[in-house]
């Protein structure tokens, strides 16, 4: 029976996305010790500059250790179409949530590059999105709002 506690304890602090944590016993302080599985889920992306937020889903690749998903730009007024991109990216060596965007499914349309923040337990980045189109810069935050919903 002692032997099965601290199994179960991984499991449940990996399910509450705080699988490794710091000394002292809080949240990760850097991404790499995050694991995979807290990126999973449905999540929230500001744009320094865009008139509405983004909606994110990310979810297990299917080729490598990473994730994949969408993300969904909606207009303020909620009148047009959203526009909708294929995401795919992982946790880097030096700790940075890493992300590619493509608009078409075949070329980089726009770069993530964020980092955890200190005491979000792995529920807000902030880094800078490079669009590919213009080589311009916009400073985004990234909130998780939602779980995991299976192997997306």
């Known amino acids: 029976m002692k032997r099965l506690l601290p199994a179960f304890l991984a499991v449940l602090l990996a399910a509450t996305g705080c699988a490794t944590a710091t000394q002292g016993g809080g949240c990760p302080a850097d991404a790499r010790e995050l694991p995979l599985q807290s990126l999973y889920g449905r999540w929230e992306a500001r744009f320094d500059g865009a008139p509405a937020a983004a909606t994110v889903q990310l979810g297990k690749h299917p080729d490598y250790a990473g994730v994949r998903g969408t993300i969904t730009r909606h207009t303020a007024d909620g009148g047009a179409r ?11 060596d030096d700790g940075a949530l890493s992300i590619d965007e493509s608009l078409d499914g075949r070329a980089i349309s726009g770069v993530w590059a964020g980092t955890l923040q200190p005491g979000s337990c792995g529920r807000e980045f902030r880094g800078t999105w490079r669009n590919a189109a213009d080589e311009s810069t916009h ?6 709002t939602g779980g995991t919903q299976g192997n997306q």
């Open 82 to 92: 959203p526009e909708v991109a294929q995401l795919a990216g992982d946790v880097d």
């Open 139 to 144: 400073p985004f935050v990234l909130n998780k």
